[in-house]
């Protein structure tokens, strides 16, 4: 199973709205409404931060959101503020190898 | 609250095995599963495998069955994750992260550990 496509980095401005997008297949993206987005800050583990392709999980806030169609989810921030600044990892399960794949990794930067 | 507390940093010479523990609290293990995740230096996380706290059920990701074994200990609420047969492309942070009880793609990762470096070096 390949590692699903995401832009190595994506840019804005304090209070901007960026878009990250994670392109996969219909054997994993395409084929279930399972998409989860991590937020991770260097040296620390993953966070979840939207399930499902638009959920978020209590505490997260709703500034995240999440959204899908056909083999490619997207992953909004809206009013973007410094502490977003991290890397973000889409992942969906595939069929083909019966296990889950995650992105490649977006960088976001604050600028 | 939810804690996930892992073993710490490890070296291994190629050809070694490696086990790696993480310690559940704040939540009734048996009712969720646990998956494993790495992440090489650089690179984005790659799952290894679920294991269900209730009934040990496992499933392996096919690159690392045959290698990986999962197991649980629910009267001390403690995952472990074994790799056997190291080489120097097992260097890579471990992680723990709770998961759905049954195995399936709506199987999240809602909660990690803190990580554990395991380094592969002659």
């Known amino acids: 199973q390949s590692a699903l496509t995401q832009p190595a980095s994506v840019s804005g401005s304090p209070g901007q709205s960026i878009t990250i997008s994670c392109t996969g297949t219909s054997s994993d993206i395409g084929g279930y409404n399972y998409v989860s987005w991590y937020q991770q800050h260097p040296g620390n583990a993953p966070k979840l931060m939207i399930y499902d392709v638009s959920n978020r999980p209590s505490g997260v806030s709703n500034r995240f959101s999440g959204s899908k169609s056909g083999n490619t989810a997207s992953l909004t921030i809206s009013g973007l503020q410094a502490e977003d600044e991290a890397d973000y990892y889409c992942?969906?399960?595939?069929?083909?190898?019966?296990?889950?794949?995650f992105g490649t990794g977006t960088k976001v930067t604050v600028l | 609250q939810v804690q996930l507390v892992q073993s710490g940093a490890e070296v291994k010479k190629p050809g070694a095995s490696v086990n790696v523990s993480c310690k559940a609290s704040?939540?009734?293990?048996?009712?969720?599963?646990m998956s494993w995740v790495r992440q090489a230096p650089g690179q984005g996380p790659e799952w290894m495998g679920w294991i269900s706290a209730y009934k040990g059920k496992t499933t392996y990701a096919p690159k690392l069955r045959g290698r990986l074994t999962l197991t649980t200990d629910t009267s001390t609420t403690t995952a472990y994750m074994e790799l056997r047969s190291l080489t120097s492309d097992d260097t890579a942070v471990y992680y723990c992260?709770?998961?759905?009880?049954?195995f399936g793609p709506g199987t999240i990762f809602d909660y990690w550990g803190q990580g554990t470096l395991v380094t592969v070096s002659s």
């Open positions: 704040g939540y009734t293990f048996i009712s969720h599963g």
């Open positions: 992942s969906s399960y595939g069929s083909s190898s019966s296990s889950f794949v």
């Open positions: 992260a709770r998961g759905t009880i049954t």
